[in-house]
């Protein structure tokens, strides 16, 4: 081969990774579709300033699943009545709420609040309060429930419910966002993530404390999921080093952990995983892991159980839109048998998209569910209105409110 045409031979190449790379980084989304499902806006509060979470729960005890909600900045925790939409407070004392899980924890009979706040993420050695609200039994007239601490972990920064030994009683799950001392911007101190079991009198007793991990970098998202599917709660979990998966054994009482994709390799602090969420298809490959991918990001991911390179589960981009990524969950929202991936974020123009499998196909498609309505922050999937289809509450964030997205089944005739 001469000069000419290797020095041809090399410009073409040079010119085939400069294509690729362009390629790589333009943002794409899969071809927009109308929406297979109606969802039907309703705003439970165009007021809730800040809004970061949202739960569902049956506060009240009316048998109907209520609305809470929770902002850092200012600081608010109140709930929703159903379907008057009624707001109430649920503590006015707190600051820097970040996060909220509902439960009976003592055992009475009324739902319950776990609560992390004091959260500052430019503070790794202070605050991360956890604690537990008590439901007063009238709580539209008793509008600051009583708290209880249960521990302080700096940067604690989601609290889930689970139960993690299949003994019928749920432990608390709580998740800091980085690791005691870690500094900006690497935050390579691993984080102590903890399970707190429920003592008989969680008033006065000491709440046991059952380390997960103490590895784990910027970890962001926590999804409580049947893995297995037998009696035990497993966890996946989103952060600086991808996805993982912890599963406890009680024989040994010991945790397995599992790492099924490394993320986005992006530098820090757009790095590895942010959101997590399981699903399941009724064609191969079946079972798939949905992400918001790196921190904050703007890529909406699918992870097949196909190993790829050196993850155990393959990665596919589906989305890479999104501006500050930070609402994900998964569901069968049509009842179909496949489950559907519901995401959004709170950068401007703002958006949340239901995206669905297409059969036959490893592709997904794309349709818009609020474009420019809904800063979203927080995303849950309850049943609001008792019909059998789940529905879709969203905390929004610099658009000020907590909002509904009713499912009224499946579109068209």
């Excluded at 309703?42 to 739960?55: L, P, R, T, W």
Aim: glycine fraction near 8%; aromatic fraction near 8%.
């Amino acid at each position: 081969m001469n000069r000419n045409r290797v020095s041809l031979l090399c410009a073409l190449l040079a010119a085939l990774y400069i294509n690729a790379a362009v390629q790589a980084q333009t943002p794409s989304s899969p071809p927009p579709i109308a929406s297979p499902i109606t969802f039907e806006k309703q705003v439970i509060d165009a007021a809730f300033e800040n809004g970061y979470q949202v739960s569902a729960a049956d506060v009240d005890g009316d048998g109907k699943l209520d609305v809470l909600a929770l902002s850092t900045t200012p600081s608010q925790l109140v709930w929703y009545r159903n379907s008057s939409w009624e707001r109430f407070s649920i503590t006015t004392q707190t600051k820097l709420n970040i996060d909220l899980a509902p439960s009976d924890i003592d055992g009475d009979g009324d739902v319950d609040v776990a609560l992390a706040s004091e959260f500052d993420l430019n503070d790794s050695t202070a605050g991360g309060l956890v604690e537990w609200l008590d439901n007063p039994g009238d709580p539209a007239a008793q509008q600051d429930w009583r708290r209880y601490r249960i521990d302080a972990i700096p940067t604690a920064h989601r609290v889930r419910w689970a139960d993690i030994d299949g003994d019928g009683k749920r432990e608390l799950l709580v998740l800091p966002i980085i690791g005691v001392g870690a500094k900006a911007p690497d935050h390579t101190t691993g984080v102590r993530f903890v399970a707190y079991r429920v003592p008989q009198n969680p008033k006065e007793e000491a709440w046991p404390a059952l380390e997960i991990d103490s590895k784990l970098t910027t970890a962001h998202g926590l999804a409580v999921v049947r893995w297995d599917n037998n009696e035990r709660d497993d966890i996946l979990t989103a952060s600086f080093d991808g996805l993982h998966l912890f599963r406890y054994d009680p024989k040994t009482q010991t945790w397995g952990k599992e790492r099924l994709g490394s993320g986005n390799r992006m530098d820090q602090p757009k790095q590895g995983s942010s959101e997590v969420g399981m699903g399941n298809r009724k064609e191969w490959p079946g079972r798939f892991m949905a992400a918001i991918e790196p921190w904050h990001g703007n890529e909406v991911v699918v992870y097949d159980p196909v190993r790829y390179v050196e993850d155990p589960w393959r990665r596919i981009v589906i989305d890479s839109t999104f501006n500050d990524g930070h609402a994900l969950a998964v569901a069968d929202f049509d009842k179909d048998g496949n489950d559907e991936i519901v995401a959004g974020y709170r950068g401007a123009p703002y958006a949340l998209y239901l995206y669905n499998s297409v059969s036959g196909t490893r592709d997904w498609q794309r349709a818009a569910i609020d474009e420019g309505g809904v800063a979203a922050s927080g995303v849950v999937v309850a049943d609001i209105d008792n019909d059998g289809n789940p529905d879709i509450l969203v905390a929004g964030a610099s658009t000020n409110n907590v909002v509904w997205y009713r499912n009224r089944g499946k579109s068209g005739p």
